[in-house]
């Protein structure tokens, strides 16, 4: 079984940061694209920033310049760097990604378990 563990998430004020880390393992052959989304009370889950498996990346407007998502293919892991942070932050985070599994070869899409981040004014 392939499972997203994630770590990180917390209580902050605003214009403080958090550091979201999430993992990968499981019988893995491979991990493409990468990625975090948030779903705040009463609002759809959101994409916040994604990576693929070559290092390019995509952020929601509403996170650029304050958020930085990076991965480390050797240890399947992906990490969102959060700074400056806002009451609006405010959410559960998920780990995203797809995954090709071992033995078929099977690409499937993976969630996290999420983590609450709480940006208080």
């Known amino acids: 079984q392939v499972q997203l563990v994630e770590s990180g998430g917390g209580l902050v004020q605003a214009g403080g940061s958090l550091r979201l880390s999430c993992a990968a393992s499981?019988?893995?052959?491979?991990?493409?694209?990468m990625g975090w989304y948030r779903q705040a009370p009463g609002k759809q889950r959101e994409l916040v920033a994604a990576?693929?498996?070559?290092?390019?990346?995509n952020y929601a407007d509403s996170v650029k310049g304050r958020f930085t998502i990076s991965r480390d293919n050797a240890k399947n892991g992906v990490y969102l760097q959060m700074d400056s942070l806002k009451p609006e932050d405010t959410a559960v985070y998920y780990c995203?990604?797809?995954?090709?599994?071992?033995?078929?070869?099977?690409?499937?899409?993976?969630w996290g378990q999420g983590t609450q981040v709480t940006v208080s004014s």
């Open positions: 499981g019988r893995i052959s491979r991990v493409n694209t």
């Open positions: 995203n990604a797809d995954i090709l599994t071992l033995p078929n070869l099977l690409s499937r899409n993976y």
């Open positions: 990576i693929t498996s070559g290092g390019s990346t």
